[in-house]
């Protein structure tokens, strides 16, 4: 079962690999939505300070008539958060948001305010700041408060700011990746580095779907444009987040019991060198 399938993080606690990401579900529905997910299958749930929806994903969680400690729950400091205290704090009022009693996973969403982030002129990339931020990580991880932490959009040098100076490791990095965007050489660093990769918006937060050449090779497995998204990021062995409320589009995205043939994923892992106009033959098999 696709739900069954899971890494162990550093620290010994299991992540299982399909998630429900929750960025742009508002909080008076994605209760429902938990539920639904818990009740199709899913066990792991992604939301974040800044999606305004941690409460509303407690409430599911509570709901699901599943114990807590089979559901996986990852949420977000806040980018904006760069100090020591207003991390904390943001910890603490997380919980209380929720009203869970820790969070499985609680990572630093961006080494940079979202203000400053992909922006060339913006070359600072806060180390003294994120290091304070993972202090506060490292405490509420020691309070069991959470249970295992990890950082989102760092590059490897902004790990190896956060590797200078911690008691704990990240355990998770959680960035972007899909058929359109594959960091190959941040993916083999983070795993040289025993940190497991999360990827999201696998895809392309819906731009995929309208994509031809993608339509074509979805048509080869005789699979959704989703499905095989997914398929993709999980074939580079990675934890995968797609989004949705859809409890039709939920399921979809967990029957992924099909193999991309090799050749096919170099094509994919290549898919920004296609020319417009050139759809590949895919093997479908
Ligand atoms: N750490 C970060 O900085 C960061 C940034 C972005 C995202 N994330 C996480 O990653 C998650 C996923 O990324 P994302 O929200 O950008 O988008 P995504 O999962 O790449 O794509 C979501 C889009 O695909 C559609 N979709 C999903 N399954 C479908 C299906 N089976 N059939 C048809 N359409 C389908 C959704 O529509 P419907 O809703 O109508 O199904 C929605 O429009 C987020 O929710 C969040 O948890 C993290």
Redesign the pocket.
């Known amino acids: 079962m696709i739900f069954d399938e899971s890494f162990t993080l550093s620290n010994g606690i299991t992540i299982p690999r399909l998630a429900l ?4 579900i508002e909080d008076g529905i994605v209760s429902d939505a938990v539920q639904n997910a818990v009740k199709i299958g899913y066990r792991h749930i ?3 300070q800044a999606y305004e929806n941690e409460r509303g994903v407690g409430e599911g969680i509570r709901k699901s008539g599943i114990p807590r400690e089979q559901i996986f729950v990852t949420s ?1 400091v806040a980018a904006e958060l760069k100090s020591y205290e207003a991390a904390a704090a943001s910890i603490d009022k997380s919980l209380m948001t929720s009203g869970l009693d820790y969070f499985d996973l609680m990572i630093i ?2 080494p940079q305010p979202w203000s400053e982030y992909h922006r060339a002129d913006c070359p600072y990339r806060y180390p003294e700041e994120n290091r304070q931020v993972w202090k506060a990580l490292e405490e509420a991880c020691q309070a069991g408060k959470i249970k295992a932490i990890g950082v ?2 760092f590059l490897e040098c902004d790990i190896e700011n956060i590797l200078t100076d911690c008691k704990i490791k990240p355990m998770v990095n ?1 960035i ?1 990746i ?1 058929i359109t965007n594959t960091p190959a050489e941040l993916i083999s660093y983070c795993q040289k580095q025993n940190i497991i990769t999360e990827a ?7 731009a ?2 309208n994509n031809p050449v993608l339509a074509a090779a979805a048509e080869a497995y005789g699979v ?1 444009i ?2 095989l998204c997914i398929r993709y990021a999980w074939q580079l062995d990675l934890v995968v ?6 409890p039709e ?1 939920m399921k ?2 967990a029957d992924l019991n099909f193999v991309i043939s090799d050749s096919d994923m170099q094509i994919l892992k290549n898919f920004d060198k296609i020319s417009p106009g050139q759809i590949p033959a895919f093997s479908g098999n």
């Open positions: 990401g929750t960025w742009l992604d939301t974040a977000k969403h961006c989102s959009n959680q972007l899909n999201y918006s696998p895809i392309a937060h819906g995929a779907l959704s989703p499905q987040l797609p989004k949705t409320a859809n589009h979809n995205n």
